[in-house]
Nanobody, 124 residues
């Protein structure tokens, strides 16, 4: 059973917004750093954003800084990615991931659990 399930992807136009959600089950959500990654066709999976256990610390890739916001609700075992001012280059499959490390990391191999991904397509 996959402990992380993403939702909220879709087809939008440039400049639009989307909010991705990732619901966790079967893990002690509040003890995991949560991250969002994305993978475009023919490209490697890249880091997008991450948030600490309590939500007090966040970190973003330069490409999304100022446009995307990561947040979490530990009472709902859910992490969110609010994406504003979307660009065609944001088109990718977006994955959420959970890491048991205490610090935020941007490298995928540190993350233990992964969701199945949700497609985001931004048309120009």
């Amino acid at each position: 059973q996959v402990p992380l399930v993403e939702s909220g992807g879709g087809l939008v136009q440039a400049g639009d917004s989307l909010r991705l959600s990732c619901a966790a089950s079967g893990i002690t959500f509040s003890t995991y750093v949560m991250g969002w990654f994305r993978q475009a066709p023919g490209k490697e999976r890249e880091f997008v954003a991450a948030i600490s256990w309590t939500g007090t610390s966040t970190y973003y890739a330069d490409s999304v800084k100022g446009r995307f916001t990561i947040s979490r609700d530990n009472s709902e075992n859910t992490v969110y990615l609010q994406m504003n001012s979307l660009k065609p280059e944001d088109t990718a499959v977006y994955y959420c991931a959970a890491s048991s490390q205490r610090m935020i990391h941007i490298t995928p191999h540190v993350y233990t659990y992964w969701g199945q991904g949700t497609q985001v397509t931004v048309s120009s």
